[in-house]
């Protein structure tokens, strides 16, 4: 092994001793049992839930769908993202099963809670709730469908304030400022995202679908500089981008900040899986990518995921 690559292998598995296969999938929604079997009556309550699950094909998933498709992809852990409800009524009713199944499969499942910044200081008491019942982080926010901008700053400081004091990581809904429309894309910018990883230089921040675009950004080293602390997820890759970009990302940034998600129920782990492994990414940013990143952002001593614990569950 030459001195460089040695060089590269330090620096990229400076992590010590984690197992090769470790994989988590960092965007999965699951829903409460109810708010599956009575689809129409949740349509009816909120607009953005009525627009992305118009379609009977868009699924709807309990978190033991979620484990089923885990466990049948050999994934060993997964962030339970909640929904970007606009009633914090159903903020609350989404995060008290999150805490539930937190409780029941604590080492397969980081559940993030569903949060409205929009009700504020009651926001903050919710974040506050679920973090102490458990839970790993907060979001998907969903600025869009919610009624408020990533960059407005009285309904974005609170939350962003209680998740750095709890040092616990916020995800983000963004999209592309270009390209094709899909139910559920919206206009949150990666400029807004940006503004608010600047503000909150230590909040770490997990921008979905991979900032919409905002990476390529980073070559501008200044820019790379205000993101030092933020990561980006692959969250529904397959329909916005040639899966080139897991390397070409990898290559402007590094795989450290990279998290493999796939928007589960919206697609599944396996054919996800296979194309990324097709790519023949160098093995240390592959398991970084994979698994090593997404454990060390919920769990500083690697002690999530578990999945032979799990498995003797449920
Ligand atoms: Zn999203």
């Not at 995800?171 to 600047?198: C, I, T």
């Not at 697609?267 to 990414?281: I, M, N, T, V, Y």
Request: one cysteine or more; proline letters at 8%; a neutral charge.
């Amino acid at each position: 092994m030459s001195s460089q690559s040695i060089a590269t292998w330090a620096a990229v598995t400076w992590w010590p001793a984690t197992p090769s296969d470790l994989i988590v999938d960092a965007h999965v929604h699951a829903f409460p049992p109810e708010v599956v079997a009575r689809r129409e009556y949740f349509r009816s309550l909120d607009p953005h839930f009525a627009v992305l699950y118009a379609s009977p094909r868009a699924r709807l998933v309990t978190a033991e769908e979620v484990l089923a498709a885990m466990d049948r992809s050999g994934i060993a852990g997964a962030f339970l993202l909640g929904f970007g409800w606009s009633d914090p009524a159903l903020c609350r009713m989404h995060n008290d099963y999150l805490i539930d199944v937190q409780a029941r499969y604590p080492d397969r499942f980081a559940g993030f809670a569903a949060l409205q910044p929009r009700a504020g200081a009651a926001a903050v008491a919710e974040l506050n709730r679920a973090l102490a019942a458990g839970l790993r982080g907060a979001g998907e926010l969903m600025p869009h469908g919610q009624g408020y901008r990533l960059d407005d700053w009285t309904v974005l400081d609170p939350i962003a304030e209680a998740l750095i004091a709890h040092d616990r990581p916020l995800v983000v809904h963004v999209s592309e400022p270009v390209g094709h429309s899909y139910p559920g894309k919206g206009d949150v910018s990666p400029a807004a995202a940006w503004q608010l990883a600047r503000r909150h230089p230590s909040l770490r921040l997990v921008l979905a679908h991979w900032g919409g675009g905002l990476p390529f950004y980073e070559l501008m080293p200044e820019v790379a500089a205000d993101l030092a602390n933020t990561y980006y997820d692959s969250a529904a890759t397959t329909f916005l981008y040639r899966f080139e970009i897991f390397r070409i990302v990898a290559e402007i940034r590094g795989g450290e900040r990279l998290l493999f998600g796939t928007d589960f129920p919206l697609l599944r782990p396996g054919p996800f899986l296979r194309r990324l492994r097709a790519l023949d990414l160098p093995p240390p940013v592959l398991r970084a990518i994979l698994g090593e990143n997404a454990a060390r952002l919920v769990s500083g001593d690697r002690s999530w995921p578990r999945m032979r614990g799990a498995a003797q569950e449920g």
